[in-house]
């Protein structure tokens, strides 16, 4: 990257931070407002480098530069042009405009307008990473106030000169200053605008695109940027200067959950963790083979990326060289069981601002299928000859859990698999990719390896200049620093130590862990055409919006489900949680649209109830989710625990309108194999029992109805044992034939107090058995009385478990 371009990206980056010190009092226009920001307060004077940002930001409006004195091919020109598309990318007029603009305006929710949506939902003022509580966006519209902005403003010239040498090894730590001082802050606050873009995002995209019309310019030979991007934008406008770029990795599934024996829970935490660093860094080497920054990444989660790239020769060609390079170490390193496809389409700024309606969504339905096609077409006639011919060495073997050939040590692990079981997630912060292999240090791709570092550690490798450093990523913290590529939001929530027989014992009642699978509904057609709305002629479609929703999802699955799992909202079936007391339960995996998670039974059952409330806090209702819960003896197989799950999470979305929950495997695969044999035509005259519900169903009927009726009314009534308990189960089982809604009348006839009960006790027992019996009648209650019923046993230590040690 030159200086040039280096400069060009720091001063898009910057063109507006004139806003935050306009809404902090200063009197001009913001343009001017920053330009003096820089000069007087982080001292950027007069040479070349830092004339070039000066420009950007105080000639990136067209009143100022079309009488600027500034070369034809001055960089100001292409923040002009690049703001103009990010702008008209983010401005939308609103449905009831009002004239003039208001500083104190709050950023609005990025669902508003999401999904058909027409509402008014705003955040609170704040900078992000500062307090851990999750800022959901509400009704209530609180103003920014002049003192908010004067301390944003502070905290970020403060970090901006402690943590910034204005070259190319801190732009990425620039855009972590940012995000953190401006994510909550709106680009614009025109009362006749909607304000759903916030000025983070604004400004990175503005670097974005600067970026890609400089190297497009510089590929094509124009050097009048002037004629070219501000006489004759409408012409620029048409060029296809521009390549939507994505990646997805294949076989994730397979690589995570092939875990067997003990250390099993640990050694998935850091099979997960791998994947997403090993994306990470890929798409860091990528963009520095390329020469831009992460200001280009648009998307990053659960194995799947999109970025904004240059359409050029060379950009195709380092994209085809990454493509092959990367796949043929994955080969060496795990056969075939990992795969990145990669896919690009050209696109001009009139497609990323869908025009004609319906491009843009064809530009990424176009991506998508060279994705797919890469996938269908993955080896070469060289690559199929190069696999056939590996040589097994003598004393080599399949590693027991990635299935690489090669030397394994005594636990049946090849290097990467023993490293990453070793590999220190949840007590550094820092993790570093190095050139060189050290102890401990886990390969990323050809020439990399990957350390954890603690900050001292960190500190050290810089200060003593080793050579071996390549970039270093922070987790769910904002640093800055020579080449601190990202900081990475992980949902990294564990209790520390905790194994899967720890969790069983911490359980309430009986014994036994949980798995919990879920992941957001239709995210894809959500992604791609979550904002298409023909009756406002689709005037949210804009990349913009695309990238702000893609950061909103990473930030709740990856960095607030922290904060949802510390501090518990549900408490349905424990009895000793006490206030600021996380769940008993570990992440597996967070990122992008799912999680997985284990823990004490309870707890995960809770924990998922939080996760949905949270989700629904954050979205406005406009997102669902969908997930599966099985219940386990704690020698379980984890990876029989995934797939079983995997498949309650399955069926759950098979539900209309899906926003459902599936709880218990046996049921759910007594519910599919009904009707399959001879032995199971009885089944099928009994009560569907598969426990899968709408999430308000589950919660509050099956819980806050039936199961806490169940609680209440047995821990009043301690002399009814658990069996006759199960006598009704059975009864309500087999409610089909008559005989046994006879029989269930009679059991709940016998409960029935004696003469001398207190007439507390005979008006519990009658409303008890009154809403028994008409549960009794209605099939979907009946339904969940049977779940309710499982859920009560389970809390009180009574079990029925099958021989493999589901429940």
Known sequence: MTNEHTNLIIGSLLHDIGKIIFRAGERKNHSESGYEYLKNELGFGESADTKTVLDCVLYHHSALIKNA???????????????NIASASDRREASEPEPGFDARLPLESIFNHFKKNNHKHYYAPAMLGRDESINYPSDEKKPFTQEQYDKIKLQMTD????????????????????????????????????????????????????????????????????????????????????????????????????????????????????????????????????????????????????????????????????????????????????????????????????????????????????????????????????LNSQKVISGERECRICKAIGPVDEDGLCTICASIKNFDILNKDFFTIVSEELAGSIPVMEGRWLVADSEKELRTRIGNQDSSFIRAFSKNAFYSGQDIASKLWVGDYTISGASMNDFAKAAEGIDRVAVLRLDVD???????????????????????????????????????????????????????????????????????????????????????????????????????ISGGIGLYSAGYPIHVMADEVGKLEDFSKELEGKNAVTLFYDS??????????????????????????????????????????????????????????????????????????????????????????????????????????????????CRQLITAIYLYAYHTRQEEKDNAGRI
């Not at 599919?672 to 099928?684: I, V």
């Not at 819980?703 to 199960?726: A, M, P, T």
């Open 69 to 83: 004195k500034i070369a034809d091919d001055s960089m100001a020109y292409i923040t002009y042009i690049a703001d």
């Open 159 to 386: 970090a901006l000169k402690r943590g910034i040498t204005w070259d190319f090894h801190y732009i990425n730590s620039l855009l972590e200053i940012l995000e953190s001082a401006a994510a909550y802050i709106p680009s614009s606050t025109s009362k006749k605008e909607v304000a759903d873009i916030s000025l983070y995002d604004h400004s990175k995209l503005t670097a974005a695109i600067s970026s890609c019309i400089y190297m497009y310019l510089q590929s094509t030979g124009e050097h009048n940027y002037k004629e070219c991007l501000f006489k004759n934008a409408e012409e620029f406008y048409k060029r296809d200067a521009f390549l939507l770029f994505s990646a997805d990795i294949s076989g994730i599934q397979n690589f995570i959950y092939t875990v067997q024996g003990e250390g099993a829970l640990k050694m998935l935490r850091a099979k997960s963790f791998y994947l997403e660093i090993f994306m990470e860094n890929m798409i860091d080497e990528l963009f520095e083979k390329i020469g831009v920054s992460r200001a280009n990444l648009l998307y990053c989660g659960g194995g799947h990326m999109y970025a904004l790239l240059p359409n050029t020769a060379e950009t195709i060609e380092k994209i085809n060289n990454m493509h092959r390079s990367v796949n043929k170490w994955l080969r060496g390193r795990f056969n075939i069981s990992l795969y990145v496809s990669f896919g690009y389409e050209p696109c001009s700024k009139l497609t990323l601002h869908n025009e004609p309606s319906g491009s843009y969504k064809a530009l990424y339905s176009a991506v998508s299928k060279k994705i797919s096609e890469d996938k269908s077409h993955r080896y070469s006639a060289e690559d199929i000859i190069e």
């Open 522 to 624: 239709n995210l894809g057609q959500a992604f791609v055409a979550g904002f298409d709305d023909e009756a406002n002629d689709n005037r949210y479609v804009t990349l913009s919006r695309t990238a702000t929703f893609s950061r909103q999802m990473s930030i709740f699955f990856k960095y607030h489900i922290n904060h949802i799992l510390k501090n518990p909202q549900h408490d349905n079936f424990a009895n000793k949680n006490k206030s600021g007391e996380g769940r008993n339960v570990s992440i597996v995996y967070s990122g992008g649209d799912d999680v997985f998670l284990v823990g004490a039974w309870n707890d995960v059952i809770d924990a998922a109830l939080d996760i949905n409330d949270s989700f629904e806090k954050f979205s406005r209702g406009s997102l669902t």
């Open 668 to 781: 759910y695969k007594n519910k599919n194999d009904t009707g399959k044999n001879e032995k199971n035509q009885n089944d099928s005259k009994k009560t569907d029992t598969s426990g899968r519900y709408d999430w308000k169903t589950f919660a509050d009927k099956v819980i806050g109805e039936k199961y806490n009726e169940l609680r209440v009314f047995f821990e009043s009534n301690q002399d009814r044992g658990k069996s006759f308990l199960y006598r009704l189960l059975e009864l309500l089982r087999g409610r089909s034939e008559k005989i046994n809604f006879a029989r269930y009348v009679y059991l709940l006839a016998r409960m029935e107090p004696a003469k001398e009960a207190s007439p507390q006790e005979k008006e519990d027992y009658r409303a008890f058995t009154e809403k028994m019996y008409n549960w009794m009648k209605d099939e979907e209650d």
